[in-house]
């Protein structure tokens, strides 16, 4: 039996993927959880790596549908010189076809998601689909909890069923996403509120979010516009478009590293990273960041402790 950080038995988890099973059930049953953890769904997402690609490069008719309706929506408030980034941009399926639509292309665009291997797929697709448009993306693998990023550092932060499957852990992540935004969040997130009983069980059995108005208003946003997307693949997820401002917040510094050679920071903090080698290292806390196959794997779970590394 192989076993994952948490006690998962991987090998189980893959031949029940094979099987054509719900991955994070699976493994929220060998945990006896309630809800999705990050490990729950890194490995679930994992071991599908590669499948959205292939979805679309079989049939492209919907993705095309979807991206050009999302495209319209969020070029309305990108401007000339801001910064993009896309929390759980999977295999950068979305954000490379809307990248395709949009008028007014972001001067860069950060995005990360949980998986390495989503990641490392996800480029080869995205330089392909987007030739020289490619160089202003700069992938990463992180968390959603804790992002690498400075405060106050991103213009517009945007999503597409990326919150999705993380149902009680919604309130935290919408802290860090507050954290890290300027302007405003274009959230494209499922709609528990919205949707039919039947779908509303799925999304409890699935552990997925509810009430993002609700968590918004008690964190002090805005949420300024709510648009029902029309282009979705599944009726019992309807999908909804949550335009979001950031509370004011005095206590967080707007340090904007955009023209610095050091952008990346430590997993939550507004710790910088400066790039040795092959990982990225914090000489004030010690911990170095590894980098594979040039992707940077920012998470807290894998940092290793190396306070003497410069002596």
């Known amino acids: 039996m192989i076993r994952s950080k948490l006690n998962f038995d991987i090998l189980e988890a893959k031949k029940a993927y094979a ?17 999705n953890t990050p490990e729950i769904i ?34 309305e408030h990108i401007r000339e010189g801001d910064s993009l980034l896309d929390i759980g941009t999977g295999e950068l399926t979305t954000l490379s076809q809307l990248m395709c639509k949009l008028k007014q292309l972001p ?21 392909m689909l987007l030739k020289n448009k490619f160089k202003i993306i700069k992938p990463f693998v992180a968390e959603i909890s804790e992002i690498p990023l400075p405060n106050k ?8 069923h990326a919150l999705e499957p993380n149902g009680g852990r919604l309130k935290d992540l919408m802290i860090e996403l507050f954290r890290v935004t300027i302007n405003k969040l274009v959230l494209f ?32 946003g805005k949420i300024i516009e709510k648009i029902v997307i029309k282009n979705i693949s599944n009726p019992i997820n309807p999908t909804v478009c949550f335009v979001i401002i950031p509370p004011s917040n005095s206590e967080l510094s707007n340090t904007h590293f955009h023209n610095s050679k050091i952008f990346y920071s430590v997993p939550g903090t507004e710790i910088p ?39």
């Not at 550092?153 to 597409?160: E, G, L, V, Y």
């Not at 919205?194 to 208003?217: H, S």
């Open 107 to 127: 001067k860069a665009v950060y995005a990360f998601d949980i998986s390495w291997s989503r990641i490392s797929k996800g480029i080869a697709y995205s330089e």
């Open 42 to 75: 890194e490995t679930a997402y994992d071991l599908q790596a590669g499948s959205y690609i292939a979805d679309i490069i079989r049939d492209p008719s919907h993705s095309k549908l979807y991206t050009a309706e999302l495209a319209e929506i969020l070029q």
């Open 153 to 160: 550092s991103i213009n517009i932060t945007t999503s597409s």
């Open 273 to 311: 990273l400066e790039k040795v080698k092959k990982f990225y290292f914090s000489e004030k806390v010690g911990l170095c960041y590894p980098i594979l196959n040039g992707i940077p794997i920012l998470k807290s779970s894998t940092a290793i402790l190396a306070s003497s590394l410069r002596d």
């Open 189 to 220: 997130e499922p709609c528990f509120e919205i949707n039919t009983d039947e779908g509303k069980i799925r999304m409890e059995r699935l552990g997925y979010i509810k009430n993002i108005d609700g968590i918004v208003q008690e964190l002090g």
């Open 19 to 35: 099987n054509g099973e719900n991955i994070t059930e699976l493994l929220r049953a060998q945990k006896n959880l309630g809800w």
